[in-house]
T-cell receptor
Framework: EAGVAQSPRYKIIEKRQSVAFWCNPI?????LYWYQQILGQGPKLLIQ????????DSQLPKDRFSAERLKGVDSTLKIQPAKLEDSAVYLC?????????????FGSGTRLTVV | GESVGLHLPTLSVQEGDNSIINCAYS??????FIWYKQESGKGPQFIID?????DKRQGQRVTVLLNKTVKHLSLQIAATQPGDSAVYFC??????????FGIGTKLQVIP
């Protein structure tokens, strides 16, 4: 079974620039999550999709972050404009939906550095 | 707000010894706990889970203990191997899907 694919693996941008991350979940997984993991900390949920609908975006900084999941498959997460504190690894995870957390599969993440 | 946290940020263990990683949680409503392993450059990987109606669960070389009285969770790794070197996170959820992660403990295995 192919895993969760994310791209790019690394990205360096200047503050106030824009950036986008892409995630392709495991085929058939209805639920998709974006997490932000700051160095030395645990991942923090940004947004959860069920198919192409948003289930939870309570911790998404909506003034600068946006995410979409068109057609209920791939997803993109965008930051505009970026701040220094956005430097982190952005992890995408997927699950079949209705599963407990043991059913999550994480991608390897995109490491963002804002300078 | 309520959170999940770890006591030790770094743990060094001799190869072959047993490792114990501890975690404290503060949300008394938590009813499901998970341990994840995260290797460098990779996403978290599920290791073992436990429900709040249990106090112990065993897997292959790993055991999770839950003490609800003091809101404490631990992960025991038997006969620690170099491949066990990673950051370990405890996490909790009060229900399906949304997971709250702790800070993490780095396990270093000394050959």
């Amino acid at each position: 079974e192919a895993g969760v694919a994310q791209s790019p693996r690394y990205k360096i941008i200047e503050k106030r620039q824009s950036v986008a991350f892409w995630c392709n979940p495991i085929s058939g997984h209805a639920t998709l999550y974006w997490y932000q993991q700051i160095l030395g900390q645990g991942p923090k949920l940004l947004i959860q999709f069920q198919n192409n609908g948003v289930v939870d975006d309570s911790q998404l900084p909506k003034d600068r972050f946006s995410a979409e999941r068109l057609k209920g498959v791939d997803s993109t997460l965008k930051i505009q404009p970026a701040k220094l504190e956005d430097s982190a690894v952005y992890l995408c995870a997927s699950s079949l939906g209705g599963q407990e957390a043991r059913g999550y599969t994480f991608g390897s993440g995109t490491r963002l550095t804002v300078v | 707000g309520e959170s999940v946290g770890l006591h030790l940020p770094t743990l060094s263990v001799q190869e072959g010894d047993n490792s114990i990683i501890n975690c404290a949680y503060s949300n008394s409503a938590s009813d499901y706990f998970i341990w994840y392993k995260q290797e460098s450059g990779k996403g978290p990987q599920f290791i073992i889970d436990i429900r709040s109606n249990m106090d112990k669960r065993q897997g292959q070389r790993v055991t999770v203990l839950l003490n609800k009285t003091v809101k404490h969770l631990s992960l025991q790794i038997a006969a620690t191997q170099p491949g066990d070197s990673a950051v370990y996170f405890c996490a909790e959820t009060g229900g399906y899907q949304k997971v709250t992660f702790g800070i993490g403990t780095k396990l270093q295995v000394i050959p």
